[in-house]
Structures are given as structure tokens and as C-alpha cells.
């Protein structure tokens, strides 16, 4: 059986204790720049993307897009090329005859206009490439071997050996006169 003294010291505990963080600690837990998003919360079904009407064969790549002191910017670029141009809206591309009409956000496309006519060209997706992990060679508690240590190793229970090297000591004494 178990004493009364136990019980009574057990559930005076438990009511002592809070059940989760509240207040400064548990915002501090849920605003933290360290935790990855979405910490302590239930993964969610992920949001379905809307899809994308297949890129119109375009001789330009729309590669970025900017907003600068309330006037839009897009980064345009001819096909294969490394190189392309920043344009306001209502601003002409001289050497490639183009000149940019407007941006849809919704859509994520551009409209310029073309000798050919007018084109819609759609923003290019991003390509992430994540960065691995850094992992340590070593296993938590291990030292690494230098590169230059040989097979033998001194034992770890002998002093070591030091080179015989002569001590030079230089006395001063103090100038009488």
C-alpha cells in the first residue's frame, strides 16, 4: 500500500507544474530565428500551386522581376544568351526591337511587345539547390589524427621525450659606476 505522505507529496508536485510553457518562454519557442518553419505545428496537406500555361515559344526568358521606389523593373534576357536587361514599364529594348507593356502578378507573366506581335512571357521558375549538411569526420569524443603522424605512437602513460637542446640563460646585472 502506498503512504498517504507519498500521494499527498505526488499530486502537490504535478499541480505545481505548469502542463506546457506559457507566456515569454513558449512566444520565444514559436518566434525563434532557429527553428525551422512550421516547429510545433501539425504538417499541413500542401497547397496545390496553380499551374502554369505552357511557356509559348519565346525568343526572350523572363528571369527576375523587382519592385524599386514604386516602379516595377523586369529582368529580361534573349534565349541562350548569359547576359539580358532590367526594363520599366513602358520602356523599349532599341537593339532586340521589344518594348515592355505590364506584368500580371497573378499569373506571373510578362507582356512586351514585339515586331512580331505581342508576346506573354512567363517568369522562370527558380532552381533551389540545397546545400547538405555539415557532418563532422570525427565521432563526438575522438581527436584528429594529424596527417603527418606516423604509426607509432608514443604510449600515453610515458612522458614524453623531449630533444636534448641546451637552455641558454642571460644574467643582467646591474651597471656600477
Not at 507582356?111 to 549538411?133: A, D, F, H, S, Y
Not at 557532418?135 to 605512437?153: H, I, K, L, M, Y
Not at 610515458?158 to 640563460?169: D, H, I, L, S, T
Amino acid at each position: 500500500m502506498i503512504p498517504l505522505r507519498t500521494i499527498l507529496v505526488a499530486s502537490l508536485t504535478a499541480s505545481l507544474l505548469p502542463a506546457a510553457p506559457v507566456g515569454p518562454l513558449e512566444s520565444l519557442v514559436q518566434d525563434s530565428p532557429f527553428l525551422p518553419p512550421g516547429y510545433r505545428s501539425s504538417p499541413a496537406a500542401p497547397t496545390p500551386q496553380p499551374e502554369r500555361a505552357p511557356p509559348a515559344a519565346s525568343r526572350f526568358a523572363l528571369t527576375g522581376v523587382t519592385t524599386h521606389d514604386g516602379v516595377l523593373r523586369i529582368s529580361l534576357r534573349p534565349q541562350g544568351q548569359r547576359r539580358g536587361r532590367w526594363l520599366r514599364t513602358g520602356e523599349s529594348w532599341e537593339g532586340e526591337n521589344l518594348r515592355f507593356l505590364r506584368f500580371d502578378e497573378d499569373a506571373m507573366v510578362a507582356v512586351v511587345e514585339t515586331v512580331n506581335g505581342t508576346e506573354v512571357i512567363p517568369l522562370k521558375k527558380p532552381r533551389v539547390i540545397p546545400i547538405p549538411p555539415a557532418s563532422s569526420p570525427n565521432p563526438p569524443g575522438t581527436f584528429p589524427v594529424p596527417p603527418n603522424a606516423g604509426g607509432d605512437r608514443p604510449d600515453p602513460g610515458q612522458p614524453a621525450e623531449r630533444p636534448n637542446v641546451p637552455v641558454r640563460r642571460r644574467v643582467i646585472q646591474p651597471a656600477q659606476g
